[in-house]
Each structure stands twice: as C-alpha cells, then as structure tokens.
C-alpha cells in the first residue's frame, strides 16, 4: 500500500501508477509533484472520477482530465476548479452522466438561473 511506502517511492511515476491501478485512491498518498501529472491523474481518474480529489489544483483545473472524471462520473464536477465548474460545457457534460442530475448541486448558480436552458434540460431530461 502506497500509504506506507516511504516519501522517496511515493514520488516514482511507475510506483504510484501501479498502486493506482489496483487503487485510484492511492494517488493521494503520492508526492505533489506525482499528484500533478497528468498522466497518472488520468489513469487514476479512468478507474475512480473521485480521486481527482486527490490532484493538484492546477490538475483539476485541466479540462481533458475533468472531462475524463466526468465522463464516468458527473458528480466528480464537484472535485474540480470554480474556473471548470463555471465552464458551460463541462457542467452540461455532468448533468448528462450524473445520476438524477446531481452534479448541478456543484454547478455555479451563474449557470443554473435559467439562462443556459441546455443545462437545465439535460438535467430534468434525467430525471
């Protein structure tokens, strides 16, 4: 378990990707640097949307690695930057693979007023 490994092996690429292969959510035991790759954010991402709670901020700010975790999950919406959550296309996407359109409840309200239809009607289509 990644936890347990010492700081210098949570920081190797090839370590920290073989835990999250069999864990998403060792990436939060792995070292900044290794949490603001890209790469292994996205892999951790593929098996769990949820642990792009574990990447950097400016990771989660990334649109390709919040479309990824959003594509398998809307509600990892929730775990990305304000800057995504406002993006129009982003929070449409998780309306649309959220269950019951949960992911608006993390969608600013800027795009919940009734000015962005789109979104509103992915979300009660949903329902």
Do not use: C, W
Request: aromatic share 4%.
């Amino acid at each position: 378990a990644l936890q347990y490994a010492s700081e210098a092996m949570r920081g190797f690429r090839h370590v920290v990707l073989q835990a999250i292969r069999r864990e998403a959510h060792a990436l939060q035991f792995a070292t900044e640097s290794i949490r603001g790759s890209k790469e292994v954010v996205a892999e951790a991402v593929r098996r769990d949307a949820s642990a792009l709670q574990y990447a950097t901020e400016a990771v989660r700010g990334d649109k390709d690695i919040v479309m990824e975790a959003i594509a398998r999950n809307g509600l990892a919406l929730q775990y990305a930057t304000e800057a995504m959550r406002s993006d129009a296309g982003i929070a449409e996407a998780a309306a649309v693979t959220s269950r019951r359109s949960l992911a608006l409840e993390y969608t600013p309200e800027e795009l919940k007023d009734g000015s962005r239809e789109d979104i509103a009607a992915e979300a009660v289509d949903l329902l």
